[in-house]
């Protein structure tokens, strides 16, 4: 089972033996290693039994520490890496051949960010390599914004995690790119689209999820409890429903469920809030006497987008 503590030179030793570790970003815990070895990269697809054709972030302390890395790096792009990092976003760019093909599932550009996080900071300063770090879940289930989360999941198959204490913008990076010209979400994320074409002084083209293998980064089936969910009106849909067996994840308001089976994201129907807590909530709603989970849409603005996004996605 694995340790869980804040050693980042017991971990700085791990990575550099090529195996993982877990480690707190200020968007959801990641599962790193190495970003340019093959061994390393391998491992982080097997223990999140992630197909290979779904590409992972490179993790980097610092903007200059990025341009070495790529082979272009667009002036509105910078100016997004400029204003946003470090923090929740990740840009896609042209990758310089010194990175593994394996990292990129075989694509010309690889998706670089620079997090927050102090412990994330801290660890990559120690580094001379950049950590390749997906979400620390099994494919296709919830993110992790607790160092309990990913052990609970993945403890089992790692040695370490470092603790950073719980995510604080709660959903992944924004993925931002460029394609024919065209500034393209491909993920929404911490970073807003709003915050976005204000920076950029344009609108940005926003990318549809797809089931197929070719669209990395946008699978549609992802962050799943385990159960069915159903995201519409809460009370309508639970008049059809015995209460005991169904979860709610609402917004602000409460429900006639028992306390078990109810997050309320926010009460005072603050989106930033509501994106803290939307995995907890998802996660919390994988209990076995429920069912079914009933939610609802948030506004569709700001950090609510990227919110409806994983409900949307949870609900497939
Ligand atoms: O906030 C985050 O981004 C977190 C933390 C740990 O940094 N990481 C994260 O990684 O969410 P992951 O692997 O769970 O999601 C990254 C998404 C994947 O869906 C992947 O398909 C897409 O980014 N992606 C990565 N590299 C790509 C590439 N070269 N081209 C297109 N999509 C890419
Ligand atoms: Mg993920």
New binding site residues.
């Given amino acids: 089972m694995a340790a869980i503590g804040t050693d980042i030179a017991h971990a700085r030793e791990l990575l550099c033996k090529d195996e993982v570790v877990g480690?707190p970003?200020e968007?959801?815990?990641?599962?790193?290693g190495n970003a340019l070895s093959e061994r390393a990269i391998s491992k982080i697809f097997d223990v999140k039994n992630?197909p290979k054709f779904?590409?992972?972030?490179a993790?980097f302390s610092c903007l200059e520490e990025v341009e070495p890395w790529v082979t272009d790096f667009p002036e509105k792009l910078k100016v997004l890496a400029q204003k946003y990092w470090p923090g929740?976003l990740?840009l896609?760019l042209p990758?310089h051949p010194k990175i593994p093909d394996l990292?990129?599932?075989g694509?010309p550009?690889?998706?670089v960010?620079v997090?927050a996080h102090p412990v994330a900071q801290c660890l990559l300063n120690e580094l001379d390599f950049p950590l390749a770090?997906?979400?620390?879940?099994p494919f296709g289930y919830v993110?992790p914004v607790l160092a309990a989360h990913v052990s609970a999941q993945l403890g089992h198959k790692i040695s370490y995690i470092l603790d950073g204490g719980r995510s604080t913008?709660g959903?992944?990076?924004t993925?931002v790119?460029i394609e024919s010209g065209q500034m393209t979400v491909?993920?929404l994320?911490?970073v807003t689209l709003e915050e976005i074409e204000d920076a950029i002084g344009e609108t940005v083209l926003q990318t549809k999820s797809t089931s197929h293998p070719a669209a990395?980064?946008?699978?549609d089936a992802h962050y799943s409890p385990g159960r069915k969910v159903l995201v519409g009106n809460i009370s309508e849909n639970l008049r059809h429903e015995n209460p005991d067996h169904v979860g709610v994840v609402s917004f602000k308001e409460s429900h006639a469920v028992p306390p078990l089976n109810l997050f309320v994201l926010s009460p005072a129907g603050d989106l930033t809030e509501a994106a803290q807590n939307i995995f907890a909530a998802l996660r919390k709603m994988d209990q076995p006497h429920i069912h079914k989970v009933l939610a609802e849409w948030l506004p569709e603005v700001g950090l609510g987008r990227a919110i409806n996004d994983r409900l949307r996605r949870a609900s497939f």
Avoid at 27 to 32: F, K, P, S
Avoid at 133 to 137: I, K, M, Q, R, T
Wanted: proline residues 11%; charged residues 15%; glycine residues 10%.
């Fill in positions: 480690m970003t968007t959801v815990y990641g599962l790193a992630r779904d590409p992972l972030i993790h929740p990740t896609l990758k990292l990129t599932s694509h550009r690889v998706a960010r997090p770090a997906p979400s620390a879940n993110s913008v959903v992944e990076s993925i790119g491909y993920r994320g911490g990395p980064g946008l699978l």
